[in-house]
């Protein structure tokens, strides 16, 4: 494999794209309820700006901003999150991942629930590829 080398287009255009693209996957992701997308489209494309600074920085430099300690971390949480607000419906009673259970609009735990796909989404997403990348230097 060729030593990375950075071009100062594609970092520029990273630099200028990276906020919408990030920006984009946030509103896919937490607008899952009312329109077309979701948590797993969501993280995907928030884990897509990831891959892109590795295009445009370097696949070493962007895991040294992201340790894998941190995307686990990540995954975690997302995945706790999940189980918190399915589990919590079992607590007071009501079948598991019963939205009404809680005394508030469906609606919130409904998006508490898709913010936590996301999240380990693009934590796995992201650590998937790093790990393929590692890889591939191998």
């Known amino acids: 494999m060729k030593p990375y080398r950075e071009s100062p287009v594609v970092t520029l255009t990273v630099?200028?794209?990276?906020?919408?693209?990030?920006?984009f996957g946030l509103f896919?992701?937490?607008?899952?309820?009312?329109s077309v997308g979701g948590g797993f489209q969501g993280g995907v494309i928030v884990a897509s700006v990831a891959?892109?600074?590795?295009?445009?920085?370097?696949?070493?430099?962007?895991?040294?901003?992201?340790?894998?300690?941190?995307?686990?971390?990540?995954?975690?949480?997302?995945?706790l999150s999940f189980a918190a607000v399915s589990v919590a419906a079992?607590?007071?009673?009501?079948?598991?991942?019963?939205t009404t259970a809680f005394g508030v609009s469906p609606v919130y735990p409904v998006e508490?629930?898709?913010?936590?796909?996301?999240?380990?989404v693009a934590s796995v997403v992201t650590g998937l590829f790093f790990e393929l990348a590692r890889a591939d230097d191998a």
């Open 15 to 23: 630099r200028a794209v990276a906020p919408f693209i990030l920006t």
């Open 90 to 98: 079992l607590v007071v009673g009501r079948p598991f991942l019963d």
């Open 28 to 34: 896919t992701l937490l607008h899952g309820t009312k």
């Open 51 to 79: 891959v892109l600074f590795s295009f445009a920085f370097g696949v070493s430099q962007t895991e040294a901003t992201l340790p894998g300690v941190r995307i686990v971390a990540f995954a975690a949480l997302g995945l």
């Open 112 to 120: 508490v629930i898709e913010v936590a796909i996301g999240v380990t």
